[in-house]
C-alpha cells in the first residue's frame, strides 16, 4: 500500500512497526502488524478509500480493551509471563491515543447543553462526539450523559 493518503497516525504506526521489525522486538512488531492488519481489512471494506483517524483510534481502543480483558484474565490464571506482554502491548498502543479529555470538562458542557433545552440523549451524544471526536471514549460520554440526565 502507497503512503499517500495515509492519515499521521497510520503513518506513526507504521513506522512503529519497522522500528519494532528493525530493533528485533517480536512483541512490539506483532501487535503492530496486527494493528496494521486491521487498518488494511478496513481500509478495503470501505472501498479501498483511507481510513479516518477516528476510525484508527477506535482500531487500537479495541485492541487496547482486548488487552486490558487479557491481562485481567492472565491474572486470575497467575499466568505473569503473559500478563507482562499483554501489558507492554497495551502500553505500546496507549501511545498512539489522542490525550482524553477530562471527565470534568465533559461534564460541564454536556451540564451547559442541557441548561441550554438539550435533554435528547442522542443528541447530546452527536453534539459531544463532533466537539470531542477520538478525546473522549463513547461509553464513557455515555455514562455521564446518563448521569446528568439522570441528576436533573
Known amino acids: 500500500m502507497g503512503e499517500k493518503n495515509i492519515t499521521r497516525l497510520e503513518k506513526e504506526i507504521r513506522e512503529a512497526y519497522l522500528k519494532a521489525r528493525i530493533?528485533?522486538?517480536?512483541?512490539?512488531a506483532a501487535i503492530l502488524s496486527l494493528v496494521i492488519a486491521e487498518i488494511e481489512n478496513q481500509t478495503i471494506a470501505n472501498n479501498r478509500e483511507p481510513l479516518s483517524e477516528d476510525?484508527?483510534?477506535?482500531?487500537?481502543?479495541?485492541f487496547v480493551k482486548e488487552g486490558e480483558e487479557n491481562i485481567?484474565?492472565?491474572s486470575k490464571q497467575g499466568r505473569?509471563?503473559?500478563?507482562?506482554?499483554?501489558?507492554?502491548?497495551?502500553?505500546?498502543l496507549k501511545q498512539f491515543l489522542p490525550e482524553p479529555?477530562?471527565?470534568?470538562?465533559?461534564?460541564?458542557?454536556?451540564?451547559?447543553?442541557?441548561?441550554?433545552?438539550?435533554t435528547n440523549f442522542g443528541d447530546l451524544?452527536?453534539?459531544?462526539?463532533?466537539?470531542y471526536g477520538p478525546r473522549v471514549e463513547p461509553k464513557v460520554l455515555s455514562d455521564l450523559i446518563r448521569k446528568v440526565l439522570n441528576e436533573g
Do not use: C, F, H, W
Not at 530493533?23 to 512490539?28: A, L
Not at 479529555?101 to 438539550?118: D, F, H, M, P
Open 55 to 62: 476510525k484508527i483510534v477506535q482500531i487500537i481502543r479495541k
Open 72 to 74: 485481567e484474565l492472565y
Open 23 to 28: 530493533k528485533k522486538d517480536p512483541v512490539k
Open 101 to 118: 479529555v477530562s471527565q470534568e470538562e465533559v461534564l460541564a458542557s454536556i451540564k451547559e447543553l442541557v441548561q441550554n433545552g438539550i
Open 80 to 92: 505473569t509471563d503473559k500478563v507482562l506482554e499483554e501489558s507492554m502491548q497495551v502500553k505500546l
Open 125 to 131: 451524544m452527536r453534539i459531544l462526539m463532533e466537539k
